[in-house]
């Protein structure tokens, strides 16, 4: 099942959502708004006792975010880079997600582990992921990513799903 880009409606969505919500033992919701003019989809679901969020609107690209607790302040920022980052950019052929995205962290171990993973490098670069911006308040780590694209089948959706577990994994796996 494929949906067209062209715009973003998620009420023709809705089945591949509930889908996906079955296949992780999510719990997906439906909101319209009085005018029904807008619609906004809201999946939530738990990977290894973490709550996780995905978030997609009419006219907006899908959102997923998380929150979780870690022994140290973290910060994390990966995010596309920009025409001015491109100008200034040192030679990355050896990391070619660095040609496209730039990674910023207060922990360099994260950051490497990152980088060094293939499912994430592959995942960000296939599923144009368009940033993710983490900070810690009161011991926790707040994530938030956006997708630069629509997510217009139930592959993709999956990826998404897979994405956000991975670096869930990640960031827990480097958290010392």
Known sequence: ?????????????KRLW???????SGE????????????????????????????????KPLKSSFI???KK????????????????QRNTERIPLLNTYKIKSNSSRLKDAIINDPYVLDSLNTNQFYSLYGYTKNGDLN?????SFFVNNYTKLKMVYLVNNNLIDIILANND
């Open 1 to 13: 099942m494929i949906i067209s880009p062209l715009y973003n409606d998620v009420v023709s969505k």
């Open 143 to 147: 994530l938030n990513i956006t997708f």
């Open 28 to 59: 997906l919701k439906h909101f319209v708004t009085k005018s029904h003019d807008s619609n906004r989809l809201l999946l939530c679901y738990n990977h290894n006792g973490i709550k996780v969020t995905f978030e997609e609107s009419d006219g």
């Open 18 to 24: 509930e889908m996906l919500s079955i296949s992780i």
């Open 68 to 70: 979780l607790a870690v």
């Open 73 to 88: 302040n973290m910060q994390l920022e990966i995010s596309k880079n920009s025409f001015i980052d491109k100008i200034f």
